[in-house]
């Protein structure tokens, strides 16, 4: 080890030495911003200098970053050439002793389920084995050392890492699986013979391999089939061990859910069950499910006598109903309970309503192109928003005109515009609906009575089934799905049950109509569903291993779920060049400003930390710069500063320096920030659009060098997008009341409007000389950007985008060109779902 006790890498002191391995030195060290001990892994600068091994230094970083699990070692910041992680309080898996059979049933179940989610990403771990397995003193399994692993899925679906050549050995011998220790080409299937193996010595503390030395016993895996386990271990394990360990890939269990699940039918336990997929996908075709779902049939059934030991309670089954590649917006029961409608947007195409029976996969559209489906009253009448504009996010709801449709088909009835959400009051004669007007979300029941407004949105509007109480999510932040489960009465009081959610997908009344299930999560994906009581008393009834948004709920406790896994993707692309480069850096990156030149991008990472991550990076691909906590919004037209929000609440502006310098906090001043502030061109000046109590929000131009208090230029419902000011500084381009975008003096005056621009069209920036503005349509794929001469309004269309792979990838979420605009970043969101009725669930 290299580094002695005091020695400073950044902002962090070395405390001691951990232990070393082939891909870096570990540490135990001291954060002195935050007080904190962390884990710090350093790579050596005779290591450093190997090109090679300093690209899968940086790759287990981001590998490791990308995957926001609770039984995957959290990583909180990256520097050269050394990356921090969470500090593990806790012992690895011993290597030479059982760990009983209850207490082996709960890790491997955790394990299983975290393996899941790192192979979701496409991310192999390649060294599964007690040593990085860490067990925290509260009983929790946590995943270490991705060194090895094999990064296979970046923004254009191909393989990130080519470290890696046909006949190159990765892994710890005994540990390996048979293709591994054969150099031959390996895939996620590895991590399960791996899990197999640690399966093995968890119940035994050997390797279920005989051999006196390290090759006897690989000679012996290559060779030979696997030990018996002792007499004691129920038939359902020893079923699954040995599936894990079959020789051949293709006879293995094919995905760490399917593992992962057989598990859970083993514990019985509602807290630890997970998503099964009842097809799989194998070499690009989609393949039958008869064997899986049998293999999970016959697991549970010998498995059956075991759960009512440890637990006493079945554990829930699943139904997937869609196979298609896309995603899926909204999903209802209908009265007959065994008809399902939802509406999906599938293989890039514009969204539709489909119905389907249960019992059958089949389901066809209803024609109602661009709709999403919000409720099904009891007299089997659909509210759905027409024209609906998809959120960024799945957590977003998509926006549209809400509607009155048959669900036998028939032309809907147009009721409301600028609607987020509905749902219908249990006569099916009334709806509660979350509706924008001038920029503030407002739950309304019946539509038209105001029962509860705020500055950030409102959705999974339910309705309770004695019709007295409303159920709502509610987030404090626009694009943002964070927030809190809240209820409020006909009389207009609200009261909120749960709080304190970094993401919230889904609420609905519970069987019996006194309680609430929600999907919601602390860290990452909303993974858990919760059963909850009107006081705030709540438990978990399961955990997915990707996303999971709860959609509806039957009062006999069969529910519609979707899984999704979702990304946000950056590309760049110049004039003449078809290629596009990807910029994306972790789970999600969201671009926020571009330099003039077209050289710097700013752009924010969530996975950092739950207060989010402002970077800048340039647009040739080098190595990401951290700047500090928050949402990045506006680089300086100098480039020494970047505007951010830090996502506190109420939200406060920043400005961090991109080189050396101290982070300025703005005044508050008692204003509800909204995203996109952004500076003027003289790079003392900020423009950004808030509310203030009881108003909707305004735009505002402060001066901060030197500091001034904000001062207000235009009238309430205005929204922010893109480079907004004009380059002489005395105009902005705005979306005002009925989403259309004007211009707006600075100096105040009446707005100048645009006739072509329709609403929901999104602006970009203005042309270097001030005489055009380009806009793109927002949400939509392929997206086609525009440019509008500012003398005389005529709109022409300039060129079109699509990413290379559109599966999925429906909705465009921002684009910021260079000040000539021969070059641009591009970024979308692309995800993918599927809807499945659950069972069983108590």
Same mark, same amino acid.
Request: proline residues 7%; aromatic residues 8%.
């Given at each position: 080890?290299?580094?002695?006790?005091?020695?400073?890498?950044?902002? @962090?002191?070395?405390?001691?030495?951990?232990?070393?391995?082939?891909?870096?030195?570990?540490?135990?060290?001291?954060? #002195?911003?935050?007080?904190?001990?962390?884990?710090?892994?350093?790579?050596?600068?005779?290591?450093?200098?190997?090109?090679?091994?300093?690209?899968?230094?940086?790759?287990?970083?981001?590998?490791?970053?990308?995957?926001?699990?609770?039984?995957?070692?959290?990583?909180?910041?990256?520097?050269?050439?050394?990356?921090?992680?969470?500090?593990?309080?806790?012992?690895?898996?011993?290597?030479?002793?059982?760990?009983?059979?209850?207490?082996?049933?709960?890790?491997?179940?955790?394990?299983?389920?975290?393996?899941?989610?790192?192979?979701?990403?496409?991310?192999?771990?390649?060294?599964?084995?007690?040593?990085?397995?860490?067990?925290?003193?509260?009983?929790?399994?946590?995943?270490?050392?991705?060194?090895?692993?094999?990064?296979?899925?970046?923004?254009?679906?191909?393989?990130?890492?080519?470290?890696?050549?046909?006949?190159?050995?990765?892994?710890?011998?005994?540990?390996?699986?048979?293709?591994?220790?054969?150099?031959?080409?390996?895939?996620?299937?590895?991590?399960?013979?791996?899990?197999?193996?640690?399966? @093995?010595?968890?119940?035994?503390?050997?390797?279920?391999?005989?051999?006196?030395?390290?090759?006897?016993?690989?000679?012996?895996?290559?060779?030979?089939?696997?030990?018996?386990?002792?007499?004691?271990?129920?038939?359902?394990?020893?079923?699954?061990?040995?599936?894990?360990?079959?020789?051949?890939?293709?006879?293995?269990?094919?995905?760490?859910?399917?593992?992962?699940?057989?598990?859970?039918?083993?514990?019985?336990?509602?807290?630890?069950?997970?998503?099964?997929?009842?097809?799989?996908?194998?070499?690009?075709?989609?393949?039958?499910?008869?064997?899986?779902?049998?293999?999970?049939?016959?697991?549970?059934?010998?498995?059956?006598?075991?759960?009512?030991?440890?637990?006493?309670?079945?554990?829930?089954?699943?139904?997937?109903?869609?196979?298609?590649?896309?995603?899926?917006?909204?999903?209802?029961?209908?009265?007959?309970? #065994?008809?399902?409608?939802?509406?999906?947007?599938?293989?890039?195409?514009?969204?539709?309503?489909?119905?389907?029976?249960?019992?059958?996969?089949?389901?066809?559209?209803?024609?109602?192109?661009?709709?999403?489906?919000?409720?099904?009253?009891?007299?089997?009448?659909?509210?759905?928003?027409?024209?609906?504009?998809?959120?960024?996010?799945?957590?977003?709801?998509?926006?549209?005109?809400?509607?009155?449709?048959?669900?036998?088909?028939?032309?809907?009835?147009?009721?409301?515009?600028?609607?987020?959400?509905?749902?219908?009051?249990? !006569?099916?004669?009334?709806?509660?609906?979350?509706?924008?007007?001038?920029?503030?979300?407002?739950?309304?029941?019946?539509?038209?009575?105001?029962?509860?407004?705020?500055?950030?949105?409102?959705?999974?509007?339910?309705?309770?089934?004695?019709?007295?109480?409303? !159920?709502?999510?509610?987030?404090?932040?626009?694009?943002?799905?964070?927030?809190?489960?809240?209820?409020?009465?006909?009389?207009?009081?609200?009261?909120?049950?749960?709080?304190?959610?970094?993401?919230?997908?889904?609420?609905?009344?519970?069987?019996?109509?006194?309680?609430?299930?929600?999907?919601?999560?602390?860290?990452?994906?909303?993974?858990?569903?919760?059963?909850?009581?009107?006081?705030?008393?709540?438990?978990?009834?399961?955990?997915?291993?990707?996303?999971?948004?709860?959609?509806?709920?039957?009062?006999?406790? #069969?529910?519609?779920?979707?899984?999704?896994?979702?990304?946000?993707?950056?590309?760049?692309?110049?004039?003449?060049?078809?290629?596009? #480069?990807?910029?994306?850096?972790?789970?999600?990156?969201?671009?926020?400003?571009?330099?003039?030149?077209?050289?710097?991008?700013?752009?924010?990472?969530?996975?950092?930390?739950?207060?989010?991550?402002?970077?800048?990076?340039?647009?040739?691909?080098?190595?990401?710069?951290?700047?500090?906590?928050?949402?990045?919004?506006?680089?300086?037209?100098?480039?020494?500063?970047?505007?951010?929000?830090?996502?506190?609440?109420?939200?406060?502006?920043?400005?961090?320096?991109?080189?050396?310098?101290?982070?300025?906090?703005?005044?508050?001043?008692?204003?509800? @920030?909204?995203?996109?502030?952004?500076?003027?061109?003289?790079?003392?000046?900020?423009?950004?659009?808030?509310?203030?109590?009881?108003?909707?929000?305004?735009?505002?131009?402060?001066?901060?060098?030197?500091?001034?208090?904000?001062?207000?230029?235009?009238?309430?419902?205005?929204?922010?997008?893109?480079?907004?000011?004009?380059?002489?500084?005395?105009?902005?381009? !705005?979306?005002?009341?009925?989403?259309?975008?004007?211009?707006?003096?600075?100096?105040?005056?009446?707005?100048?409007?645009?006739?072509?621009?329709?609403?929901?069209?999104?602006?970009?920036?203005?042309?270097?000389?001030?005489?055009?503005?380009?806009? @793109?349509?927002?949400?939509?794929?392929?997206?086609?950007?525009?440019?509008?001469?500012?003398?005389?309004?005529?709109?022409?269309?300039?060129?079109?985008?699509?990413?290379?792979?559109?599966?999925?990838?429906?909705?465009?979420?921002?684009?910021?060109?260079?000040?000539?605009?021969?070059?641009?970043?591009?970024?979308?969101?692309?995800?993918?779902?599927?809807?499945?009725?659950?069972?069983?669930?108590?």
């Amino acid at each position: 080890m290299s580094l002695p006790a005091g020695a400073l890498l950044g902002p @962090y002191e070395i405390v001691a030495p951990i232990g070393s391995g082939g891909m870096g030195e570990v540490y135990r060290a001291r954060d #002195r911003r935050l007080g904190r001990d962390v884990a710090l892994k350093v790579l050596p600068r005779e290591l450093a200098e190997d090109a090679a091994r300093r690209q899968r230094f940086e790759q287990e970083a981001r590998a490791v970053a990308a995957l926001n699990h609770p039984n995957i070692v959290a990583i909180y910041d990256i520097g050269e050439n050394y990356f921090v992680q969470e500090l593990v309080d806790g012992e690895p898996l011993p290597d030479d002793k059982p760990v009983g059979l209850r207490r082996t049933i709960e890790l491997a179940g955790q394990i299983a389920d975290a393996l899941a989610a790192a192979h979701a990403r496409g991310i192999t771990h390649r060294d599964l084995k007690p040593s990085n397995i860490m067990v925290t003193r509260d009983g929790r399994a946590k995943i270490l050392d991705f060194g090895i692993a094999k990064v296979s899925q970046g923004a254009d679906g191909q393989e990130l890492s080519t470290l890696t050549h046909e006949g190159s050995v990765l892994g710890t011998l005994g540990h390996m699986s048979p293709e591994q220790m054969r150099g031959l080409p390996s895939d996620h299937r590895s991590d399960i013979f791996s899990f197999g193996l640690l399966l @093995y010595k968890m119940l035994t503390g050997r390797s279920p391999f005989a051999g006196k030395t390290a090759i006897e016993i690989v000679s012996a895996m290559l060779r030979d089939e696997p030990q018996e386990l002792p007499a004691e271990v129920p038939p359902a394990l020893r079923q699954i061990v040995s599936h894990c360990l079959e020789k051949n890939p293709e006879n293995r269990f094919q995905s760490a859910r399917d593992l992962a699940f057989a598990l859970q039918t083993l514990s019985g336990s509602t807290t630890g069950s997970r998503f099964v997929a009842p097809a799989v996908r194998k070499k690009g075709r989609l393949v039958a499910w008869p064997a899986v779902a049998a293999l999970a049939l016959a697991c549970a059934a010998a498995g059956i006598w075991l759960g009512k030991m440890l637990f006493q309670q079945a554990p829930p089954s699943f139904t997937r109903l869609t196979f298609q590649r896309g995603f899926v917006t909204g999903a209802r029961f209908a009265p007959d309970g #065994r008809t399902v409608a939802y509406s999906a947007t599938w293989d890039g195409a514009p969204s539709d309503v489909y119905l389907g029976r249960i019992e059958s996969p089949d389901a066809r559209p209803l024609g109602l192109t661009g709709a999403h489906l919000f409720a099904i009253s009891s007299k089997g009448e659909m509210a759905i928003g027409l024209d609906a504009i998809l959120g960024a996010v799945p957590g977003i709801p998509p926006r549209g005109t809400l509607a009155r449709a048959p669900l036998s088909g028939g032309a809907p009835r147009v009721l409301l515009a600028d609607v987020e959400d509905a749902d219908w009051d249990p !006569a099916g004669a009334e709806l509660a609906v979350a509706h924008v007007v001038n920029g503030v979300a407002r739950l309304e029941y019946p539509a038209g009575k105001v029962l509860y407004e705020t500055a950030g949105y409102i959705d999974s509007v339910r309705v309770s089934p004695a019709g007295d109480r409303i !159920a709502f999510a509610e987030h404090p932040l626009r694009n943002d799905d964070r927030g809190s489960v809240s209820v409020v009465d006909l009389h207009g009081r609200k009261t909120t049950v749960s709080s304190g959610w970094e993401t919230l997908d889904g609420v609905a009344w519970a069987p019996g109509g006194k309680d609430l299930w929600f999907v919601g999560s602390t860290q990452g994906y909303a993974d858990t569903l919760w059963a909850t009581t009107l006081s705030g008393h709540r438990r978990a009834l399961m955990r997915a291993p990707t996303g999971c948004f709860l959609r509806d709920v039957r009062s006999d406790g #069969r529910a519609l779920v979707d899984s999704y896994i979702s990304r946000n993707e950056i590309v760049w692309q110049q004039d003449g060049d078809s290629r596009q #480069r990807s910029l994306t850096w972790l789970t999600d990156s969201f671009p926020n400003d571009l330099s003039p030149d077209g050289k710097t991008l700013v752009f924010t990472e969530p996975a950092l930390s739950s207060n989010y991550a402002v970077c800048l990076r340039k647009t040739d691909g080098s190595a990401v710069v951290r700047l500090g906590d928050g949402e990045g919004e506006s680089l300086s037209a100098d480039g020494k500063w970047v505007l951010t929000t830090l996502l506190t609440s109420p939200p406060q502006l920043l400005l961090i320096p991109t080189g050396a310098g101290e982070t300025v906090r703005l005044p508050q001043a008692g204003l509800s @920030y909204q995203r996109f502030a952004q500076w003027f061109p003289d790079s003392r000046r900020i423009l950004f659009a808030a509310g203030e109590a009881g108003r909707g929000p305004r735009l505002w131009v402060q001066n901060v060098w030197p500091p001034d208090r904000p001062r207000a230029f235009t009238g309430e419902g205005m929204s922010l997008r893109g480079n907004s000011v004009s380059p002489d500084g005395r105009m902005v381009a !705005a979306t005002g009341p009925g989403g259309r975008v004007a211009l707006y003096p600075v100096d105040g005056g009446q707005p100048r409007t645009f006739p072509a621009i329709e609403p929901g069209e999104q602006f970009i920036r203005w042309s270097a000389d001030g005489r055009q503005l380009f806009l @793109y349509t927002a949400y939509r794929m392929p997206a086609t950007l525009y440019k509008v001469d500012a003398a005389s309004g005529l709109k022409q269309k300039w060129r079109e985008f699509t990413p290379s792979d559109p599966a999925g990838a429906t909705t465009l979420y921002a684009v910021f060109l260079s000040a000539d605009t021969k070059a641009g970043v591009y970024s979308f969101q692309r995800t993918e779902s599927s809807l499945k009725l659950m069972e069983g669930l108590h």
